[in-house]
């Protein structure tokens, strides 16, 4: 199978190369720092084969189209994938049919068709695995794996590239492009100009500090979050953000503050770092959907039936214990015994649909016979395996060692709870910036990163004097603030209080609830403040208010908020 669409290279050119790096050179513009203590962000480091244009080529192999055609891959919004021929011609990516078919009439156009790229693209997935054990499909034509171990085996890097371009040549007749780096989307980057990037986060931040930062998408897995990630794209080139640099520094908070998890998603991305924090440890063992097929299966339609069945089984169970995975292992046993395996990257929560698409395209891989081994005798037994399981955001080794045995089994407590009441049924508090109690805590969802909407660092004029209340109420509580007179304590425009806070009037708690202090009136013994607080001067929402901290007899002592003309207790000191 030939694919001549490759991007050409010179005669007698070298497969690979190496991205050139100066020592002490500076940084390209917008390269964020790295951290001037502490170790560094690791990534793992990987090795990417790419095919280009591979739906194409998928069509071209199962004799769709001639090799030598134009041809347009649509999804029916536009053309996502051209052939050489056609791209010559001046067809190009999200250009309309009735536009396409003007500039080239000879246009072939064919429609998107994964189960046809996944089952062409099985042959080359076992070529791979003839070099390299374990590897990963992300999608048809892409292939990922790790590359420590290849290399030591090989003896550098450059030699497992020129290998795997060689043998991919000689076997299956394909033409690919090899890279390596640190990080998802430094190797599929370095893979598309067919480079090895020399390894560390500044190498992999300095080679992706200046490119489009539409190109965060190719690390993508599947057609949903790919159209997520444009979503995201429009947005931040909208803005000015138009290079992986200019994202990456940009502070995390912000990030979080303004584009959500995907948008953290992304920066770890364009830092040369993996789409989520490397899992130390897992607090959950693999979750596992098996079957045994009876009778036999020997088509994909009879196996992918049973197989939807199981995705649906394995989505369920990982729903209930609140987890992801990163990776779907599909095991095959046939009657005289043989095991048939390969393992999908995953994005995100996978849905039970995705599953199901991902074991079809696979059993239709195996079943269809194009890749010369098709199994020798029926399909008796079927297995789906989530692995890389964790919630969404893995909490690392702490500074003196491993966690605690009490906090991994908080930990998978905290997953089942979830897996009860939902995601939000569980929340972890984080530390921001703001002016009083109520505003520096955000809770997250358990398990999301907790990144703070608000920089701690940052100037906060007005901002509350130490010590925080210990105890901050879901809702501030209505209190009564009296003189010796019995009038009720006001703060003017100036700030000043019209009398000296002589009794609190304190009410009973809520029915199903709990009180911090008895109810009823209460004597001050001490009292300072007031200060007042001006947010958004400047607006017609702008919002005043005035803070008073009280030590009450017989009481804990409080922190009082004056606003719109009432008092509210906004937290409680131990």
């Given at each position: 199978?030939?694919?001549?669409?490759?991007?050409p290279?010179?005669a007698?050119?070298?497969a690979?190369?190496?991205?050139?790096?100066?020592?002490?050179?500076?940084?390209?513009?917008?390269?964020?720092?790295?951290?001037?203590?502490?170790?560094p962000a690791?990534?793992l480091?990987?090795?990417?084969?790419?095919v280009p244009?591979?739906p194409?080529?998928?069509?071209?192999?199962e004799?769709?189209?001639?090799?030598d055609a134009?041809v347009?891959?649509?999804?029916?919004?536009g053309?996502?994938?051209?052939s050489?021929a056609?791209r010559?011609?001046?067809?190009?990516?999200?250009?309309?049919r009735?536009?396409?078919?003007?500039l080239c009439?000879?246009l072939?156009?064919?429609?998107?068709?994964?189960?046809?790229?996944a089952?062409?693209f099985?042959p080359?997935?076992?070529?791979?695995e003839?070099?390299?054990?374990?590897v990963?499909v992300?999608r048809?034509g892409?292939?990922?794996?790790?590359?420590?171990g290849?290399t030591?085996h090989?003896?550098?890097?450059?030699a497992?590239?020129e290998?795997?371009?060689?043998?991919?040549a000689?076997?299956?007749?394909?033409?690919?492009?090899?890279?390596?780096?640190?990080?998802?989307?430094?190797?599929?980057?370095?893979?598309?100009?067919?480079?090895?990037?020399?390894?560390?986060?500044a190498?992999?931040?300095?080679?992706?500090?200046?490119q489009?930062?539409?190109?965060?998408g190719?690390?993508?897995?599947d057609r949903?979050?790919?159209?997520?990630v444009?979503?995201?794209?429009?947005l931040?080139r909208?803005?000015?953000?138009?290079?992986?640099g200019a994202?990456?520094?940009?502070?995390?908070?912000?990030?979080?503050?303004?584009?959500?998890?995907?948008?953290?998603?992304?920066?770890?991305l364009a830092?040369?770092?993996?789409?989520?924090?490397?899992?130390?440890?897992?607090?959950?063992?693999?979750?596992?959907?098996?079957?045994?097929?009876?009778?036999?299966?020997?088509r994909?339609?009879?196996?992918?039936?049973?197989?939807?069945?199981?995705?649906?089984?394995?989505?369920?169970r990982?729903?209930?214990?609140?987890?992801?995975?990163?990776?779907?292992?599909?095991?095959?046993?046939?009657e005289d015994?043989?095991t048939?395996?390969?393992?999908?990257?995953l994005?995100?929560a996978?849905?039970?649909?995705?599953l199901?698409?991902?074991?079809?395209?696979q059993l239709e891989?195996?079943l269809?016979?194009r890749s010369?081994?098709?199994?020798?005798?029926p399909?008796?037994?079927?297995?789906?395996?989530?692995?890389e399981v964790?919630?969404?955001?893995?909490v690392?080794?702490?500074?003196w060692?491993r966690?605690?045995?009490?906090?991994?089994?908080?930990?998978?407590?905290?997953l089942?709870?979830q897996?009860?009441?939902?995601?939000?049924?569980?929340?972890?508090?984080?530390?921001q910036?703001?002016r009083?109690p109520?505003?520096?805590?955000?809770?997250v969802?358990?398990?999301?990163?907790?990144?703070?909407?608000?920089r701690?660092?940052a100037?906060?004029?007005?901002?509350?004097?130490?010590?925080?209340?210990?105890?901050?109420p879901?809702?501030?509580?209505?209190?009564?603030v009296?003189?010796?007179?019995?009038?009720?304590?006001?703060?003017?425009a100036?700030?000043?209080?019209?009398a000296?806070?002589?009794?609190v009037?304190l009410?009973?708690?809520?029915?199903?609830?709990?009180?911090?202090?008895p109810?009823?009136e209460?004597?001050?013994t001490?009292?300072?403040?007031?200060?007042p607080?001006?947010?958004?001067w400047?607006?017609?929402?702008?919002?005043r208010r005035a803070y008073l901290q009280?030590?009450?007899a017989?009481?804990?002592?409080?922190?009082l908020?004056?606003?719109?003309?009432?008092?509210?207790?906004?937290g409680?000191?131990d």
């Open positions: 199978m030939a694919v001549s669409h490759a991007a290279t010179a007698g050119a070298p690979t190369t190496v991205a050139p790096t100066a020592a002490g050179a500076p940084a390209p513009p917008g390269t964020p720092p790295l951290s001037p203590s502490g170790p690791q990534a480091r990987r090795a990417v084969v790419w244009d591979w194409v080529a998928a069509a071209v192999a004799g769709a189209v001639p090799p134009p347009a891959v649509h999804d029916g919004r053309v996502v994938v051209t050489a056609a010559a011609a001046g067809v190009r990516r999200g250009m309309r009735r536009t396409a078919q003007q009439p000879e072939a156009l064919l429609g998107v068709d994964e189960v046809r790229d089952r062409a099985e080359l997935v076992q070529v791979v003839t070099v390299v054990a374990g990963e992300v048809p892409l292939v990922v794996m790790a590359a420590r290849p030591r090989l003896g550098s890097e450059e497992l590239a290998t795997l371009v060689g043998v991919l000689e076997e299956a007749g394909a033409e690919c492009q090899v890279g390596i780096g640190d990080g998802m989307l430094t190797a599929v980057l370095a893979a598309r100009r067919g480079v090895v990037v020399p390894p560390g986060q190498a992999a931040v300095a080679f992706l500090a200046p489009d930062v539409g190109m965060v190719h690390a993508v897995a949903g979050s790919r159209a997520e444009a979503e995201l794209v429009d931040l909208r803005l000015g953000l138009r290079t992986l994202l990456a520094s940009l502070a995390p908070g912000d990030v979080a503050a303004r584009f959500g998890g995907l948008g953290l998603t992304a920066q770890r830092r040369g770092l993996d789409g989520r924090p490397v899992v130390a440890r897992r607090p959950e063992q693999d979750v596992v959907a098996a079957a045994d097929l009876d009778p036999p299966a020997d994909a339609d009879v196996a992918a039936f049973a197989a939807r069945g199981l995705a649906e089984q394995l989505a369920e990982m729903l209930r214990r609140g987890v992801v995975c990163g990776r779907l292992q599909v095991e095959a046993r046939t015994g043989t048939l395996t390969r393992t999908w990257a994005d995100g996978p849905t039970a649909r995705e199901t698409d991902r074991v079809r395209w891989g195996w269809a016979g010369g081994r098709p199994p020798a005798a399909l008796v037994h079927l297995a789906l395996t989530a692995q964790s919630p969404a955001g893995a690392q080794d702490g500074l060692g966690a605690r045995r009490g906090q991994a089994q908080a930990d998978r407590a905290a089942r709870v897996g009860l009441l939902g995601p939000d049924g569980v929340l972890a508090p984080v530390l910036g703001g009083d109520r505003s520096t805590t955000r809770l969802v358990w398990g999301d990163e907790a990144a703070p909407l608000r701690t660092d100037p906060w004029p007005g901002q509350l004097p130490s010590p925080s209340p210990a105890t901050v879901a809702e501030p509580v209505p209190v009564e009296a003189d010796d007179g019995g009038a009720p304590v006001r703060v003017d100036r700030g000043l209080a019209s000296a806070p002589a009794r009037r009410p009973a708690a809520e029915p199903g609830t709990t009180a911090c202090w109810a009823g209460r004597t001050v001490g009292w300072a403040g007031p200060w607080v001006t947010e958004r400047w607006a017609s929402d702008r919002r009280v030590s009450l017989d009481a804990p002592a409080l922190l908020v004056l606003e719109e003309g009432s008092w509210w207790v906004e409680v000191y």
